[in-house]
């Protein structure tokens, strides 16, 4: 009967002990979600709040402006980070190094852009580092083509000559043969050169050379009536390769006129 009292006992307090966690963790997790309700309506407003804003925010950002003499919301950095640390009202803003560039990697750019902007000439000469110029080329250097490092232009008029060579002429002809026609599909070229002259035409040469031509263009004046009845006049230009120094072209000769981009 002792034994059996004792063996009673040991079982009740084995039972009261696993109850009592059971009791703490049923305690907790109410207490818990009461704290939950009561937050869950501060958390709404504060969603709501936020995507009203953000609204509102998005909406000034996209509406057109109506003052044009400063710089809308976004624009002070079109780089994002990378925009340069100098001001983007001037016409180095392209010659400019990124904002987000380091002190150690400043200096590669500007060894770049020295090499960039260097005028080359032809060899032998005492130049050594800048010479090996032509025979035959279309500029002198890269920032003759890229002005400014940002884009180049078209020549203005037929009548003003243009020396600043920031547009070339690509030349192709149609592929005639399976085996260019299957070059071509390939993908491993974009179009068959000119058998002759290449695939872009170079219209400059060292002392001793002939340059392979000249580029003429001629624009013609077109009126355009825009959808709000204003008139504006367009010019389309012809292009024609003269003073040829190395023969006739192909009589399929295809001008590809390009503007150099930044």
Known sequence: ????????????????????????????????????????????????????????????????????SKLEQGEDKPGGAATSRGSTDTANAFSLSSGNMGFRKELNFKIGNSVFRRLWVSAPSSTDASDGLGPLFNSRGCQSCHLKDGRGHPPLSSDVPDRTGSMLIRLSVPPKTDAEKALLASGKVSSIPDPVYGGQLQDFAIQGFESEGKTKITYEEKPVTLADGETVSLRAPTYEIVDLGYGPMHPDIMLSPRVRRR
């Open 1 to 68: 009967m002792k034994r059996t009292r004792s063996s009673s006992r040991s079982n009740a307090a084995t039972k009261s002990s696993q109850q009592a966690p059971s009791r703490q963790a049923n305690r907790a997790w109410l207490g818990g979600a009461l704290a939950l309700g009561a937050t869950l309506p501060l958390l709404a407003g504060a969603v709501t709040t936020y995507a009203t804003g953000q609204d509102a925010g998005l909406a000034s950002l996209l509406a057109p402006t109506s003052d044009f």
